[in-house]
């Protein structure tokens, strides 16, 4: 059988499915991973800046609780895990609204309240220094909940021993200068005390409540190398969740992405996958338009030889139903034949006849002319038609002796 495909074509379409298997490959193990990467030294969860909170996400995934940096509905994704929005920055009604509206999304939200403010180049993920921010912008965040509450910070001096929280039996994370909300009620609280409550709760409707953490410095990446602090932002945060799902708004920090399923499908990494199914469509379309390997001749109407006219002859016979003619013409032909070989005498049909069987006789024949006329008429299938006609041969061969009987 010929092989339909060039070598050079096979070796293309064997390139390209290997790689396409390698990217699948990678998109499955490294995917998110590269979807994620965004420079960034800001509070939020794509930093790796003091302030930022990488190190937190990264904890939570290396101990397998499922978290998802949502840059769209978060709340939507939550069902019954945690909504965590870290550090909002509510400078005005507008921005107050849609800190309001995604807090109401989903049914436990831990808001962390912001605290420090750093400055950093273009492109650059790290900060060249970390400073507090006004007590009135983080109170303003309590207020966008209705939270009459105040925040106190303790004086915060660089090289002193951080202080601990009381944490209600938790580990008692070290915080140095740590920021509380005051006026909390006791059974709003979670962690610290009446004077100084590191976490609140608050039931913002029937089944709905909202958490607050005054200090950001027990979850942020400079705040994790203390261990007690990694302790007790996992324990709260597992606590909090349930069996659910952690999921991160970015939104509130300016990733906002709607959904787009044309906008993912062109999006690295995705992209890849993409590519690949276009190519392999182009190639099913070359397939189906463009032949593959040389061109295969179509067969002459009329093929060289004399086996086709034999066989077309046949055909054409078989089809009128003349093979009774056909083979008293056979025997005629093959009489002819044997008269001139043997130099018979001119003779009317019965002598000629009766001359051929007396040298059939002579030479001792095994089928008689007699015989093979009166069948030449009696056949009345094809199948009888051959018979006789391949004792009419016999015959010939018998009375020129040319070769010996066959059998």
């Known amino acids: 059988m010929t092989n339909p495909f060039s070598r050079t074509t096979v070796i293309v379409v064997v390139a390209i499915v290997a790689i396409s298997l390698a ?4 998109l499955t193990l490294f995917g998110d991973k590269l979807a994620e990467e965004k420079p960034s030294a800001g509070a ?13 996400v990264d904890i939570l995934e ?18 019954q895990g945690l909504l965590i929005i870290a550090e909002p920055n509510v400078p005005d009604e507008k921005a107050a609204d849609r800190l309001k509206e995604i807090a109401q999304s989903a049914a436990n939200v831990l808001i962390v309240l912001p605290k ?26 309590l207020g966008t909940f209705g939270l009459s509450m105040g925040v106190t910070r303790y004086n915060y001096v660089p090289g002193a021993p951080p202080m601990e929280i009381e944490a ?51 979850m942020n990446n400079h705040g994790l190398r203390e261990p007690a602090n990694a302790a007790f ?12 799902p952690v999921i991160i708004d970015e939104v509130i920090h300016g990733y906002q992405q709607p959904p787009s399923l044309l906008r993912t499908l062109f999006r690295f990494p995705l992209v890849l996958a993409t590519l690949q199914v276009l190519i392999l469509a182009v190639f099913a ?43 008293r013409r056979y025997l005629q032909q093959n009489v002819v034949a044997v008269r001139q070989a043997l130099h018979a005498p001119t003779l009317h049909s019965t002598a000629s006849t009766q001359w051929l069987e007396r040298v059939r006789l002579l ?27 391949e004792r009419v041969y016999r015959w010939r061969m018998e009375m020129l002796d040319e070769s010996r009987h066959r059998t």
């Open 363 to 389: 030479r001792g024949g095994e089928i008689s002319l007699l015989d093979l006329e009166r069948e030449s008429y009696t056949a009345d299938s094809p199948e009888r038609c051959l018979q006789v006609a």
């Open 116 to 141: 420090w403010y750093g400055e950093a180049g273009v492109g650059e993920t790290w900060i060249e220094d970390a400073l507090l921010l006004p007590r009135e912008e983080i109170e303003q965040v």
């Open 23 to 26: 990217t699948a490959v990678g």
């Open 285 to 327: 379309v070359w397939a189906a338009i463009v032949r593959f390997g040389p061109l295969k001749r179509s067969p002459p109407p009329l093929a060289p030889g004399k086996d086709y006219l034999i066989r077309n002859t046949a055909a054409l016979l078989h089809y009128g139903g003349h093979h009774a003619e056909a083979l």
């Open 62 to 79: 290396s101990l397998g609780i499922p978290i998802v940096k949502s840059r769209s509905n978060s709340g939507t994704k939550t069902g």
């Open 44 to 56: 939020d969860s794509y930093s790796v800046s003091a302030i930022g909170h990488r190190g937190f």
């Open 233 to 244: 932002i996992i324990g709260l945060v597992d606590r909090l969740r349930g069996e659910g």
């Open 168 to 218: 209600l039996g938790a580990t008692k994370p070290k915080i140095r200068g740590p920021q509380v909300i005051t006026g909390a009620s006791e059974s709003d609280l979670l962690a610290g005390d009446t004077d100084g409550a590191l976490v609140i709760q608050h039931e913002m409707a029937a089944g709905r409540y909202i958490y607050v953490l005054a200090d950001p410095d027990v």
